[in-house]
C-alpha cells in the first residue's frame, strides 16, 4: 500500500478509527510512517501524537488499547480508515468515542423498527395499534403470528413469485422483532450469539 506522507509537508497523515464490529467510528488520530510501521508490527495502534511530539500507541496508559483489524487507503493515497477491535473505551473522558457516542451495534432501520415496537407496546394504553393489540393477546399469540408467517415465507420461497417471497419475508421478520421483545430479548442479542458461534 502506497501511503503519501509528504502530502500535507508534515508527515502526517490522518487516521480514521472505526470499530470493525459495529462500524462506528471512535476517533481521529494522525500517523506518520513510524506509526505506521509500528502499528503493522505489533497489532495495536499507534499514532504520532501532535502534542507530545513522538509516537503514542492508544492504551498505552488505560490499557484500553485498539487492536488491528484491518488498513485502508483512501483514493488519493493521504488518509486512512483503520478498523479495529477496541478493548475499552476509546475517548480519554471514558467514553466509547470521541462523539460521546454508545458504540452499540446499529441495524438501520431493523434497529428503528425496534424501536418503533418498543414505543407502541410502551403506549399501548393511550394509543391503539396493531402491535399493540397484538401484544395485548399475549405471548403465544405472537409466537403463533411468527409461525403463520414463517409458514408463508417457506411457501412463496417454493413459488416463482419473488415479490410475495419479500413481501412475507418482510412480515416474518416483522412479527419475528415482536416476539424477540416479548420475549426480552433484541436483535444485538441475537447478534452476540451468532458472535459467540464464531469462535
Excluded at 480514521?16 to 506509526?35: F, H, P, R, S, W
Excluded at 499507534?46 to 488491528?68: D, P
Aim: aromatic content about 8%; glycine content about 6%.
Amino acid at each position: 500500500m502506497t501511503i503519501d506522507f509528504n502530502k500535507n509537508n508534515d508527515g502526517l497523515v490522518p487516521a480514521i478509527i472505526q470499530d470493525a464490529t459495529t462500524k462506528n467510528v471512535l476517533m481521529l488520530g494522525y500517523m506518520n510512517q513510524e506509526a505506521y510501521n509500528k502499528t503493522i508490527d505489533t497489532n495495536k495502534v499507534t499514532f504520532y501524537s501532535r502534542s507530545k511530539k513522538r509516537l503514542w500507541t492508544k492504551g498505552e496508559e488505560s490499557g484500553n488499547v485498539l487492536e488491528l483489524v484491518d488498513i485502508k487507503n483512501d483514493c488519493d493515497n493521504d488518509s486512512l480508515l483503520i478498523q479495529v477491535h477496541p478493548k475499552g473505551p476509546t475517548c480519554h473522558t471514558g467514553s466509547d468515542t470521541c462523539w460521546k457516542e454508545e458504540n452499540t451495534s446499529n441495524f438501520g432501520f431493523l434497529s428503528t423498527l425496534e424501536n418503533v415496537i418498543s414505543e407502541r407496546v410502551a403506549n399501548k394504553e393511550t394509543k391503539k395499534s396493531y402491535v399493540a393489540s397484538l401484544f395485548d393477546k399475549g405471548i403465544n399469540k405472537i409466537a403463533q403470528k411468527v409461525g403463520e408467517e414463517a409458514v408463508e415465507t417457506v411457501i412463496e420461497a417454493m413459488d416463482n413469485n419473488d415479490d410475495l417471497f419479500l413481501y412475507e419475508s418482510a412480515d416474518l421478520l416483522f412479527h419475528y422483532i415482536m416476539l424477540l421483545q416479548a420475549k426480552g430479548f433484541t436483535l444485538k442479542d441475537i447478534e452476540a450469539e451468532l458472535i459467540k458461534r464464531q469462535k
